[in-house]
């Protein structure tokens, strides 16, 4: 499957990693109406690409994003009330609806600028790396608005109450390094070995049971609002729900590798799967 858009770039591996870059490296990639609907489009068409194994989601040039492109998502938008409902239904599906639900892992490489809501699609990915040296904002109180959107939710939910309240209401930037001491991403390394780094997890789980993988970072993430009890009764459906819809069987081939044939060797691996035979 061929994509073309004005906004974004898709390139596809032959590994199953597939990068989605944000292509307004002038604007340091500031979200537009047109950029939303590129991303709402390919997010839509790469959640049944079978080539498509692991997103990356990234910036070209020397941002990841700077938020909302202000002229264009609101001032041009300001006396057009069908423009601005399109990009703000938009700019919410993509960053959050689809990137959330994703079926396949999600990567965010934060390679330079991420700022205000670039937040949002940055903690909507399951994973994060940084540059050391990139830099980090919820600038929006220098503007005289605030992080809206879902911008603050998603930030209490990822970030410390303290942290996120002092970076929402300063404005104050902090790096890479910063970022993963807080948590925001997992961990930063220096901009020179940000691509080799991203694309090593990315393969990592690439090679991984797609469904397991899957059902195990939906389960992850809904377990939090759950009580112990509904906790528990949730991850037990959802784990027979697994062993129905896994098409590859990898908790049987696990157990056979295991078990029988004594070449899997848990915690040192995966076991191998049909098509790395």
């Known amino acids: 499957m061929g994509y073309e858009y004005e906004t974004i770039k898709i390139q596809q591996e032959d590994d199953g990693v597939t990068w989605l870059i944000l292509n307004r490296p002038d604007k340091r990639n500031a979200m537009s109406p047109q950029l939303h609907a590129d991303c709402n489009d390919a997010l839509y068409n790469l959640a049944t690409d079978a080539k498509c194994r692991v997103l990356i989601v990234t910036g070209a040039g020397e941002a990841f ?8 998502f609101f001032r041009a938008t300001d006396n057009a009330p069908r423009e601005r409902f399109e990009a703000a239904e938009n700019s919410h599906h993509w960053r959050w ?10 990567i965010a490489m934060v390679n330079g600028f991420c700022f205000g809501g670039a937040f949002t699609q940055l903690i909507a990915c399951d994973l994060a790396v940084a540059a050391d040296d990139a830099v980090f904002g919820l600038s929006e109180v220098n503007w005289g608005i605030i ?8 930030v209490v939910n990822a970030m410390n109450s303290r942290d996120a309240m002092f970076y929402a209401i300063t404005g104050d930037p902090f790096d890479g390094k910063k970022a993963a001491q807080m948590g925001l991403v997992n961990y930063s390394v220096p901009k020179n070995e940000l691509t080799e780094e991203t694309l090593k997890l990315a393969r990592k789980l690439a090679a991984k049971n797609p469904a397991t993988v899957r059902y195990t970072k939906e389960g992850v993430r809904a377990v939090r609002g759950m009580s112990e009890a509904q ?5 037990a459906a959802k784990s027979d729900a697994l062993r129905f819809r896994d098409s590859e069987k990898g908790r049987e081939e696990a157990m056979k590798q295991f078990l029988d044939e004594k070449k899997f060797r848990p915690g040192l691996g995966n076991y191998v799967r049909d098509d790395a035979k």
């Not at 906790?231 to 991850?235: G, I, V």
Request: glycine letters at 10%; hydrophobic letters at 40%.
């Open 65 to 72: 994003c700077a938020g909302q492109d202000l002229r264009l």
């Open 97 to 106: 609806m689809r990137l959330s639900k994703f079926p396949k892992p999600t």
């Open 147 to 154: 992080p809206g959107g879902i911008v603050s939710w998603n």
């Open 231 to 235: 906790a528990a009764d949730y991850l």
